[in-house]
């Protein structure tokens, strides 16, 4: 009996020891893996968007250090700029292009991948492949290549096989940029999307087809898609459209190495970088323009700038060709015009025959 006591009475205070075991030196390793990302956090994120929010506060054009202060007039520049709204304009046109496109074309590759019954690495390995090329690089590759407006070109050569006229004008008319645009886009960051709906359709239990395949669905048909797999992709779908957003809005290589500095195709990103570090951001700033009054519109923003004293060549001043007698007359302090008697007394005076002198005054010069 009092075995069994003793027993009962040492089974709590185990209990009590047993818990989560500490790993020695676990603190250390810790905070040495933990430290290089917290300082890449740090100095590559927080710290450049607190820098900017404070800039942005300033009159800070061609420089990362503050100038001065001007409070929220660049924001109030920003309501009434003509350039800015059109590139919120751009970066619409351009989402309305790109997110639904995106969406349905990697949900619908997720689906046929998740359905192959081999190969299943293989193929999302092969998807994934352009999402580690450099938009840079893939822009230089379309430019040149794909898209390059002469006869040669790969997409060129394709509308020729198929009877199909040639387009010279890819990067400058409209609406084929578009089509430049919203396939690099598309083909650089399909791959990862495709992931993200395959771990949903994994996640999603196979109770659910085989209930609904009792019921009378046709396992793989649309009603089953429509019915259990969209959704239960609702939650996957919501983050797959809030990243294409947020990917679409912060869309500046393929617009800055495509299309350039061109005013309507120009997103809010690429106005930002010519209005702060772009090449007339110097320029800007050494003609002292007054806070906000950063508005730009294009070509004429150059020729405002230039015309605003940094460059401007005087015209030379129009020489009018005088006669003899209006010479001598301001000489002598007489005015240019006069009667004909004050012609010939300067005329005289000069000493030398006027050819022109007979003009009435103040008639236009005489030709010689």
Not at 239 to 245: E, I, R, Y
Not at 305 to 318: E, I, K, Q, S
């Given at each position: ?37 917290l300082?890449g ?159 949903g ?14 019921d009378?669905l ?11 797999t ?10 797959v ?71 401007v ?56």
């Amino acid at each position: 009996m009092s075995a069994s006591t003793e027993v009962r009475a040492a089974a709590p205070a185990r209990a009590a020891r047993t818990g989560p075991t500490r790993i020695k030196g676990s603190g250390l390793a810790f905070w040495l893996f933990f430290t290089p990302f917290l300082v890449g956090l740090l100095v590559f994120t927080i710290l450049p968007l607190i820098w900017g929010g404070t800039l942005s506060l300033f009159e800070a054009r061609g420089t990362v250090l503050p100038t001065k202060f001007i409070g929220l007039d660049n924001f109030r520049g920003f309501l009434v700029d003509t350039a800015f709204l059109q590139s919120l304009r751009t970066f619409i046109v351009f989402a309305l292009f790109i997110v639904p496109v995106t969406m349905a074309s990697s949900l619908a590759l997720a689906v046929l991948v998740n359905g192959l019954p081999r190969f299943q690495m293989f193929f999302r390995s092969v998807f994934f492949l352009p999402t580690a090329c450099s938009y840079v690089v893939a822009c230089v590759v379309w430019r040149l290549s794909l898209f390059n407006g002469l006869e040669s070109g790969v997409v060129n050569q394709v509308l020729g096989v198929l009877g199909m006229e040639s387009v010279s004008s890819w990067l400058s008319a409209s609406p084929y940029w578009w089509i430049v645009l919203v396939s690099v886009r598309l083909w650089s960051q399909v791959g990862f999307y495709i992931l993200l709906f395959l771990a949903g359709l994994q996640a999603i239990p196979t109770q659910l087809y085989e209930a609904a395949a009792v019921d009378g669905l046709s396992p793989g048909g649309f009603r089953m898609f429509r019915l259990i797999t969209l959704p239960q992709l609702r939650t996957t779908s919501a983050a797959v459209l809030l990243l294409l957003l947020i990917a679409a809005f912060q869309a500046f290589d393929e617009f800055y190495n495509l299309t350039g500095n061109n005013p309507e195709t120009r997103p809010p990103l690429v106005y930002l970088y010519n209005i702060a570090l772009g090449p007339r951001a110097g320029l800007r700033s050494r003609l002292g323009r007054r806070p906000g009054a950063h508005r730009d519109h294009g070509d004429r923003r150059v020729a405002a700038d230039v015309a605003g004293g940094l460059r401007v060549r005087r015209r030379p001043a129009r020489r009018t060709l005088r006669s003899p007698a209006q010479v001598a007359a301001s000489a002598r302090g007489h005015p240019a015009g006069g009667s004909a008697m004050t012609a010939q007394r300067t005329s005289s005076v000069s000493g030398a025959a006027a050819p022109g002198a007979s003009c009435a005054m103040p008639s236009p010069p005489c030709s010689r």
